[in-house]
């Protein structure tokens, strides 16, 4: 029998530094600021809805496309934006939003087409344009007054007849930039005139701070027919194991990304659906509280990184912060992400690991603020170590 290879395509994505760092995290006892997950858990409420399904029957297959309730309170929860969807034919369950995005272009992409992605960009993306075969074409962000902005020029020179899709991620992960109305209003002309499909992956849409606001690209003139709308329960009520997410779109879009979907996990957390239907419906105040908390925990986090000699980037958004590290005498992040988990006992991650030019993004570090306050505290204590 031969021995199996990997595909050429998915080579380079066969190890991710996640893994690794929290390996050495773990070696050194280190405080992990690297990866994206709460340290509490979400609204009581909603935990007891959980062990109420867990305990009530709901444990056998959901419906294919979602439990009805969760579907429901998902339309009622998007109508809060002004765009209504049909909960019977606009809006398809998937194990959180990472399987929404990845079934949406294995559905709607093929070999050959492009793929536009914003630069840097959350890991899974460039997976998943492999996964279908597609090309992706990258527009970096760029440092403009005091934020990380969309290159709307940049955009428009990276559309090619073969241009199929693009990709926006806003609130952005990793660098914590929320794109205003006319960056969006820039996209949305875009995708009409070249008759684009948009993938948006909103699962931070809650978690925007000061007088940042979240804008979804759907509610764009021309732009509801052809926008896959993602978004999930992880993020917004500390649950991001609970892998429940959803796409909402048309009846054409919602068909075909199903079509992939179903081959994929075909359904998942069948008990967790109608708790998270029950968080829609009952726990956003919950979820106002935690974007309050996080934004005091950026504050928190921002003014130790800048005590221990980090310049430190603005962040609008999400769980995360950068910082450039050449005040502290390093060129490359990497370098020194490698070894803050030894050295004072902190664990985070380069951005440039989320692009396709390195170089441009190798002076960045990235942070999560999504913790305890007390752990922050501690490894602000270990960063103040790096200037001594």
Request: hydrophobic share 45%; charged share 25%.
């Given at each position: 029998?031969?021995?199996?290879?990997?595909?050429?395509?998915?080579?380079?994505?066969?190890?991710?530094?996640?893994?690794?760092?929290?390996?050495?995290?773990?070696?050194?006892?280190?405080?992990?600021?690297?990866?994206?997950?709460?340290?509490?858990?979400?609204?009581?409420?909603?935990?007891?809805?959980?062990?109420?399904?867990?305990?009530?029957?709901?444990?056998?297959?959901?419906?294919?496309?979602?439990?009805?309730?969760?579907?429901?309170?998902?339309?009622?929860?998007?109508?809060?934006?002004?765009?209504?969807?049909?909960?019977?034919?606009?809006?398809?369950?998937?194990?959180?939003?990472?399987?929404?995005?990845?079934?949406?272009?294995?559905?709607?992409?093929?070999?050959?087409?492009?793929?536009?992605?914003?630069?840097?960009?959350?890991?899974?993306?460039?997976?998943?344009?492999?996964?279908?075969?597609?090309?992706?074409?990258?527009?970096?962000?760029?440092?403009?007054?005091?934020?990380?902005?969309?290159?709307?020029?940049?955009?428009?020179?990276?559309?090619?007849?073969?241009?199929?899709?693009?990709?926006?991620?806003?609130?952005?992960?990793?660098?914590?930039?929320?794109?205003?109305?006319?960056?969006?209003?820039?996209?949305?002309?875009?995708?009409?005139?070249h008759d684009l499909i948009a993938i948006t992956d909103e699962v931070y849409e809650h978690l925007v701070f000061d007088d940042a606001e979240h804008f979804p690209l759907a509610t764009f003139p021309g732009m509801r027919e052809r926008t896959v709308s993602i978004s999930s329960a992880g993020k917004t009520f500390n649950c991001t194991g609970w892998k429940i997410g959803w796409v909402?779109?048309?009846?054409?879009?919602?068909?075909?990304?199903?079509?992939?979907?179903?081959?994929?996990?075909?359904?998942?957390?069948?008990?967790?659906?109608?708790?998270?239907?029950?968080?829609?419906?009952?726990?956003?105040?919950?979820?106002?509280?935690?974007?309050?908390?996080?934004?005091?925990?950026?504050?928190?986090?921002?003014?130790?990184?800048?005590?221990?000699?980090?310049?430190?980037?603005?962040?609008?958004?999400?769980?995360?912060?950068?910082?450039?590290?050449?005040?502290?005498?390093?060129?490359?992040?990497?370098?020194?992400?490698w070894e803050l988990p030894e050295r004072v006992g902190v664990a985070a991650v380069p951005v440039k690991v989320f692009t396709d030019h390195p170089e441009e993004w190798k002076h960045l570090l990235r942070f999560a603020?999504?913790?305890?306050?007390?752990?922050?505290?501690?490894?602000?204590?270990?960063?103040?170590?790096?200037?001594?």
């Open positions: 029998m031969r021995e199996p290879v990997l595909v050429p395509r998915l080579q380079p994505f066969t190890s991710t530094i996640f893994a690794e760092m929290t390996a050495l995290a773990v070696r050194h006892e280190a405080v992990n600021l690297g990866q994206g997950f709460p340290d509490t858990d979400g609204p009581a409420g909603m935990l007891d809805a959980a062990k109420n399904a867990l305990f009530g029957g709901a444990n056998q297959y959901p419906p294919g496309p979602g439990r009805p309730e969760l579907r429901a309170a998902i339309a009622r929860h998007r109508s809060r934006y002004g765009v209504e969807y049909d909960p019977d034919t606009e809006i398809l369950v998937t194990a959180g939003a990472t399987e929404a995005i990845a079934a949406s272009l294995i559905a709607l992409t093929q070999a050959g087409d492009e793929v536009i992605v914003i630069e840097p960009y959350y890991d899974s993306y460039a997976a998943a344009v492999a996964m279908a075969g597609a090309e992706r074409r990258v527009v970096g962000l760029v440092e403009r007054d005091g934020r990380f902005a969309l290159d709307v020029d940049g955009l428009r020179a990276a559309v090619t007849p073969k241009t199929r899709a693009i990709l926006i991620n806003s609130p952005h992960n990793p660098t914590g930039t929320v794109f205003t109305r006319a960056e969006l209003e820039a996209v949305a002309a875009l995708c009409v005139e909402c779109a048309s009846p054409e879009l919602v068909a075909a990304v199903k079509a992939a979907k179903q081959f994929i996990t075909f359904v998942s957390g069948g008990p967790l659906q109608p708790a998270v239907a029950h968080a829609l419906d009952h726990e956003l105040p919950w979820a106002e509280e935690l974007r309050t908390s996080l934004q005091g925990k950026r504050d928190r986090l921002a003014a130790g990184l800048a005590e221990a000699g980090f310049a430190v980037r603005p962040t609008a958004g999400t769980y995360f912060i950068c910082v450039d590290v050449r005040p502290l005498g390093f060129e490359d992040a990497a370098e020194l992400a603020f999504c913790k305890r306050n007390e752990v922050i505290d501690e490894a602000v204590t270990r960063l103040r170590k790096l200037r001594y």
